[in-house]
């Protein structure tokens, strides 16, 4: 590292010190739910044994599930390795809770891209989208990243409505993530006017950002991906389903068949990587969250445009970095690579990925295959060009990726004067 780089990393490390304390002041307390919830729940070593088979009412299993539940203040939770992502545990979550001819409402505006495929609202749909089953897609946007409460309200007292989808985290947009907070107060407003709606959010990234989740604030079903927060980049796959018990059990139904749901569903020797990932889950999103507020200040005392910056309050992982170029996009994500554990002498490059529209490009030398809770950065090639960061198993390493990136995209501007 260069000697500017280096006096640049420690006048950010004081600046950013206040931020740090708040962030470990929320890890001590979801820590503390999640130690409470294990006592409560009576977790022991026998529950760490696992199923073959069809696994048919395992005790594991089911305590894991019991814990989960405890944690989201839900009825009932669906945790399972048979979840290969948070794109699928929505796809299931969806599916399960519409019918042909009901219409969703997605009031954050445009879903994440995956999710646009899944809906069928992309370029090209599918013929398994939801669309193509006669389910009906209507979204309101944003307003100053906020939700649009009245157009809200008006809409959903016509009574015609079968689910709202919230999407906490911004996806490849440029929005701002919604804390928990203006949550809250749209779910208020909506039942001001529409108790029967089905509210769900899509909770992918924002598991332990903040004190509460969106079960607790008055949300009906809440989903999320085990390769994010709550695996702690020691679960090796699975995603979650949390709320409602008649709800959980539509949704366990759609995943393995109507009449068995929850009863099956072989844990397969992932019950003590389920069980350590969310022991460690608190942990693991301060340090990331602690790698997204080092990356926001040193980006932008670089001179880059950063969302958020490292003095908001956070709703997610995801930091952002509005890079200009194309070219400065692809290089920053090959030195995260190149700061990376795992495969560091690969170099990435843009390429089609199933679901997205735009070529992306992805860095990600994490050990397990997609792991977002690790150090990783990806972003479509359009404009603004702009680099999605997120993860950090320990502060330590994730700032030393982050320097990684910013010494390679900074070495290609220089051989280039």
């Known amino acids: 590292m260069n000697e500017k780089l280096e006096k640049l990393k420690k006048e950010v490390e004081q600046e950013i010190k206040a931020q740090f304390d708040k962030i470990d002041a929320i890890c001590e307390k979801n820590s503390q739910k999640v130690l409470e919830a294990f006592w409560k729940c009576d977790l022991q070593e026998s529950h760490l044994y696992s199923s073959t088979g069809y696994g048919i009412d395992e005790p594991g299993r089911n305590k894991i599930e019991e814990i989960y539940a405890n944690i989201f203040k839900a009825e009932d939770s669906l945790v399972r390795t048979q979840l290969i992502s948070g794109t699928h545990a929505l796809a299931v979550t969806l599916s399960a809770l519409l019918r042909p001819n009901e219409t969703m409402l997605s009031i954050s505006?445009?879903?994440?891209?995956?999710?646009?495929?899944?809906?069928?609202?992309?370029?090209?749909?599918?013929?398994?989208?939801?669309?193509?089953?006669?389910?009906?897609?209507?979204?309101?946007?944003?307003?100053?990243?906020?939700?649009?409460?009245?157009?809200?309200?008006?809409?959903?007292?016509?009574?015609?409505?079968?689910?709202?989808?919230?999407?906490?985290?911004?996806?490849?947009?440029?929005?701002?993530?919604?804390?928990?907070?203006?949550?809250?107060?749209?779910?208020?407003?909506?039942?001001?006017?529409?108790?029967?709606?089905?509210?769900?959010?899509?909770?992918?990234?924002?598991?332990?950002?903040?004190?509460?989740?969106?079960?607790?604030?008055?949300?009906?079903?809440?989903?999320?991906?085990?390769?994010?927060?709550?695996?702690?980049?020691?679960?090796?796959?699975?995603?979650?389903?949390?709320?409602?018990?008649?709800?959980?059990?539509?949704?366990?139904?759609?995943?393995?068949?109507?009449?068995?749901?929850?009863?099956?569903?072989?844990?397969?020797?992932?019950?003590?990587?389920?069980?350590?990932?969310?022991?460690?889950?608190?942990?693991?999103?301060?340090?990331?969250?602690?790698?997204?507020?080092?990356?926001?200040?040193?980006?932008?005392?670089?001179?880059?445009?950063v969302e958020p910056n490292y003095l908001e309050t956070r709703a997610d992982i995801v930091q952002t970095i509005a890079l200009g170029t194309e070219e400065k996009l692809i290089k920053f994500c090959q030195g995260i690579q190149k700061g990376s554990p795992i495969d560091s002498h690969v170099i990435p490059y843009p390429g089609d990925m199933g679901g997205y529209e735009d070529k992306v490009i992805m860095a990600a030398g994490t050990f397990t295959q997609g792991s977002t809770i690790e150090l990783s950065c990806d972003g479509p090639l359009r404009e603004p060009y702009i680099a999605y960061l997120q993860g950090g198993l320990t502060y330590d390493y994730g700032k030393m990726g982050i320097l990684k990136a910013i010494e390679e995209m900074e070495n290609t501007k220089t051989n280039k004067e």
């Open 109 to 305: 505006g445009e879903p994440y891209d995956t999710l646009q495929t899944v809906i069928g609202i992309g370029k090209e749909v599918s013929k398994s989208s939801l669309k193509a089953y006669g389910i009906h897609y209507e979204q309101i946007d944003l307003i100053d990243n906020d939700f649009d409460i009245p157009k809200i309200q008006e809409r959903i007292r016509k009574q015609d409505i079968k689910l709202i989808e919230i999407q906490r985290s911004r996806g490849y947009s440029t929005r701002k993530s919604l804390t928990i907070e203006k949550i809250e107060k749209v779910i208020k407003a909506i039942r001001e006017v529409n108790t029967n709606v089905i509210i769900m959010v899509d909770n992918c990234y924002g598991e332990f950002v903040q004190e509460k989740e969106p079960i607790e604030i008055g949300a009906d079903i809440a989903v999320g991906s085990l390769m994010k927060n709550l695996g702690a980049g020691i679960a090796n796959s699975g995603a979650y389903i949390v709320g409602k018990k008649e709800l959980v059990e539509l949704c366990a139904e759609r995943l393995t068949s109507p009449g068995i749901g929850k009863e099956i569903g072989p844990s397969l020797n992932q019950n003590p990587l389920l069980l350590k990932g969310l022991f460690f889950a608190p942990s693991v999103v301060a340090s990331s969250l602690k790698t997204a507020v080092f990356a926001s200040r040193i980006l932008e005392r670089l001179g880059y445009q």
